[in-house]
């Protein structure tokens, strides 16, 4: 389902025969479900692209269509109907989860528009050739070796029924520095949402690449919080 | 996720795991992430500078047990060999060798590179061109 941000085709009615575009679940004119339509998640919703979305609305569409596609309203229909409500049941529910939720819908966008991230980035061939190592800058990558380094530390320690207060505090420490980092990169996020959703295509480009940036590092600083939280936690 | 016995093997017994003088000449260094999960690897060497083959190589990785396993089996790769063979080694020859499934591709980039960014290191210290390298040594 990741073929967007061309236009919608133009198809006929299997049923009135009317045309409408491929995009729709329903028929515009005789109301029938049509085949799965061939958008993406977005125009599931009726929606244009964009990465500020009012969520209320957004859960108050979900539901509304759930209810037309609920397969129990085809329990009587053709085949084919009944099959078509399955389809676009879970096409549903996919598009929801991705979209309602900010960074899979971030990252659901920059994959339609074509950039490189998550597991099949650069992995074909060489894969070096196609990836920018320096997106995401040595001395982070040097803070989050030295911080794992210290976390290992600390679980030996704990294991041996050792306790070291002062790898305790720096790593208190380190937990709100990078607690604020990620909040940081959050902040930034959300202001190239916006940009992208008000620019022009020039723009929007370059707000792909800040954003394709910003998630490599959100990564980094999402598996130390969460590692951090759990050894401090343990 | 099922892993191969190769990599459960170098997952339990990791070859070559630790650490090597940094500030030394003769070591490169390699730190490198994988921005698809966030996890990181080090990979060092020990080269000898007038043979150029690499006599020692360390590791240490925080991350997946694909990345684990890849790395140390890196590291029994390169030892012994000259720099410009380590250079050599492609991560499709890693993912043939521990059977790793397309989602674990990634990880096996991530050896790649730490070789490279490593070799790189070293070449930088000890001034060696990017380009035509071990040639001097070759003749
Ligand atoms: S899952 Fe990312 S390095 Fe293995
Ligand atoms: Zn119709």
Redesign the pocket.
Known sequence: MLKVIDSAVPVACWSCSIGHNDFTLFCPHCSKIQPPPGGDYFSVFGLEPRLNLDLAALEHEFHRLSRKLHPDRFARAQENEREWSLADTALLNDAYRTLKEPLRRTEYLLKLLGAEIG?DAGTEQGGHDKKDLSRVPADLLEEVFELNMQLEEMRMARKLGETDPELQVSLERAKRKFDVLLSEVDQDLRSQWQVWDEGDAAVRKTAQKLMVALLDRRRYLSNLVRDVTETLGA | MAYSDKVIDHYNNPRNVGQLDKASTEVGTGLVG?P????V?RLQIRVNSETQVIEEAKFK?F?????IA?SSLATEWIKGRTVEDALAIKNTDIVKELSLPP??I??SV?AEDAIRAAIGDWKKKNSVAETANAAAVAH
């Open positions: 597991s | 994988a698809e999960c966030g996890d690897m990785t991350g997946c047990g694909s990345a890849s989602v674990k990634h990880c991530l």
